[in-house]
């Protein structure tokens, strides 16, 4: 099975950008649905945005019209474009494929 590494996390101040993104050791092309979850101090994971093979998309509300997942099949990579970040975005970012294959995630501090 692949195997997917994040990258792309960092600090940055509330209302800045950042782009995350999941590199696969193989192809995704037959990768039905792809995500990304995050996991913030004292909190349960949650889903924050996923994607289909046909490129149809799913956000948690408290990122919508602030995040874009999306995926290149031809780089085995998905990323996750993050704007106006806010304190409260601070977390692990993990990368996940089919619901099962986990990266070992990227961490994502908003703070001035």
């Known amino acids: 099975q692949v195997q997917l590494v994040e990258s792309g996390g960092g600090l940055v101040q509330p209302g800045g950008s950042l782009r995350l993104s999941c590199a696969a050791s193989g192809s995704i092309f037959s990768i039905n649905v792809m995500g990304w979850y995050r996991r913030a101090p004292g909190k349960e994971r949650e889903l924050v945005a996923s994607i289909t093979r046909g490129g149809a998309t799913s956000y948690a509300d408290s990122v919508k019209g602030r995040f874009t997942i999306s995926r290149d099949n031809t780089k085995n990579t998905l990323y996750l474009q993050m704007n106006i970040l806010k304190p409260e975005d601070t977390a692990v970012y993990y990368c996940?494929?089919?619901?099962?294959?986990w990266g070992q995630g990227t961490q994502v501090t908003v703070s001035s």
């Open positions: 996940n494929a089919q619901f099962v294959i």
